[in-house]
């Protein structure tokens, strides 16, 4: 046997245990479930910079690992859902709240949503103060939106009312429309347009962990396991 294929093999076979864990692992991320921190404030309230969310890869598709092709269908997307997705235009990943189905029509008119020509209903306003920054930040207002019968908690921030004017747009088939429920600060299906299903990655259901990343990583015990809404 040549001398350096000899060290190479001993090697394999003294961690072969190692290997046989990471193969697992790494098929367990890729293709059953995964966690993705969360760098932006784009779902405020549901989720805040520092997040760390659990998402189920098979809630939708069981898909070739490391690829967009989809073995099997195990489920279909529903308003409400809170879904990690690859950005059409860029193919970031992103987290985003599902609010409309293929087929629907949606529309944003002064900030409120509109789907199939229904107006969503909206609590009670309550302020909250958002951070935006080392010094920066104003009063918030946020409520609970109920529409096309799913409910979520959303945010608004004032003096930014054309983020709240969109379409009506028809969703076309096998696409879905995102919204981040901080709806004034969310790149979402209003920029980067309606995601294909097959750019669905999975669905988020938990908060693993969170740390406040503006407040010297401090974790916030309060978080760790709750479930997303």
């Not at 864990?21 to 479930?33: D, K, W």
């Not at 509109?114 to 209903?121: C, M, P, S, V, Y």
């Not at 080392?134 to 946020?142: E, H, I, K, M, S």
């Not at 009312?161 to 995102?178: D, I, K, N, T, W």
Request: glycine share 8%.
């Amino acid at each position: 046997m040549n001398a350096d294929v000899k060290p190479a093999t001993n090697w394999l076979k003294a961690n072969r245990g190692f290997l046989v864990f990471l193969l697992c692992f790494g098929l367990l991320r890729t293709a059953i479930a995964d966690w993705n921190p969360v760098p932006s404030a784009s779902m405020r309230p549901s989720i805040l910079e520092g997040d760390v969310v659990l998402v189920n890869r098979l809630a939708y598709d069981a898909k070739l690992p490391l690829s967009e092709i989809s073995l099997a269908r195990l489920g279909e997307p529903q308003r409400g859902d809170i879904v990690t997705f690859a950005a059409p235009t860029t193919g970031v990943l992103l987290i985003k709240r599902l609010v409309a189905l293929p087929g629907d029509t949606v529309e944003l008119r002064d900030g409120r949503l509109l789907i199939n020509g229904e107006a969503a209903h909206y609590s009670a306003a309550e302020p909250a103060l958002e951070t935006l920054g080392p010094g920066r930040a104003l009063v918030a207002t946020r409520s609970t939106e109920t529409v096309a019968g799913s409910s979520r908690r959303v945010q608004h921030l004032p003096g930014l009312e054309a983020a709240g004017q969109f379409g009506p747009l028809r969703v076309p088939a096998e696409h879905y429309f995102m919204l981040g429920d901080n709806r004034d600060n969310s790149a979402d299906s209003r920029v980067i347009g309606a995601v294909p299903r097959r750019l669905l990655v999975g669905r988020a259901h938990h908060i693993l962990l969170s740390v406040n990343i503006t407040d010297r990583w401090q974790p916030r015990w309060e978080r760790v396991a709750a479930a997303l809404r």
